[in-house]
Each structure stands twice: as structure tokens, then as C-alpha cells.
């Protein structure tokens, strides 16, 4: 049973900082793509962050800059660091996963619960 479980979100003030992290329990996709996707409040889910295979990276507009994504292959463990925040930044930021060493934020297969995280003007 694969479960990916977020966690360090929260409440800040913007222009702070905030790191996500996700565990991944029951299968090993450490060396898969994997992306973090955020769905703000009225607002479709969107991909944010992607890591490929070879560690090479995409970003959305939004947070390119701002946000570095991150891995940890030996804690089976993703990351988001999220810099100079702004109120609307403020979302339910998911992480997932996908089966391919290469993908698309369309690609995904696996999914955390989501973590809340707000900013504060």
C-alpha cells in the first residue's frame, strides 16, 4: 500500500519560508519523477514543481525562483523549499508520483492527502 505523506506546512507571514517535505512509504519512487501541485481555494490544481530521473527540474512561473524542488533518494523523501512567500502562495500543496523517469504533471499516479499552507499579508 503506497502512501506519500506531506508535511511541514503551516501559517507565515509573507517574505518568509516555509519547507515541505514528503515521505513515501511502500514503494521506492525514489528515482522517479515526481512533482509537488497546489490547489488554491475556488482554483483548479496546478503543478508547481516537477524532478525528473536525472534531478533536472521544471517550475511553474508563479513560483520559479522562489520554490526549489528536491530529493532525498535515500529517504525515499521529497522536498519543496519555498522562499519569499506571498499571499497567494496560500493553497493545499499536494506532492505525487509517477511511475516514469521522465514525465508531465499529467503523469501522475500515486498522491499525498495535501498540507495547507497560508499566507499572511
Known amino acids: 500500500h503506497v502512501q506519500l505523506v506531506e508535511s511541514g506546512g503551516g501559517s507565515v507571514q509573507a517574505g518568509g519560508s516555509l519547507l515541505l517535505s514528503c515521505a513515501v512509504y511502500g514503494y521506492d519512487y525514489s528515482n522517479y519523477c515526481m512533482a509537488w501541485f497546489r490547489q488554491a481555494p475556488g482554483k483548479e490544481r496546478e503543478g508547481i514543481a516537477l524532478?525528473?530521473?536525472?534531478?533536472?527540474?521544471r517550475y511553474a512561473d508563479s513560483v520559479k525562483g522562489r520554490f526549489t524542488i528536491s530529493r532525498d533518494t535515500a529517504k525515499n523523501t521529497l522536498f519543496l523549499q519555498m522562499n519569499t512567500l506571498k499571499p497567494e502562495d496560500t493553497a493545499t500543496y499536494y506532492c505525487?508520483?509517477?511511475?516514469?523517469?521522465?514525465?508531465?504533471?499529467?503523469?501522475?499516479?500515486?498522491w499525498g492527502k495535501g498540507i495547507l499552507v497560508t499566507i499572511s499579508s
Open positions: 524532478i525528473n530521473h536525472d534531478s533536472s527540474t
Open positions: 505525487a508520483a509517477s511511475g516514469r523517469w521522465f514525465c508531465g504533471y499529467s503523469d501522475m499516479r500515486a
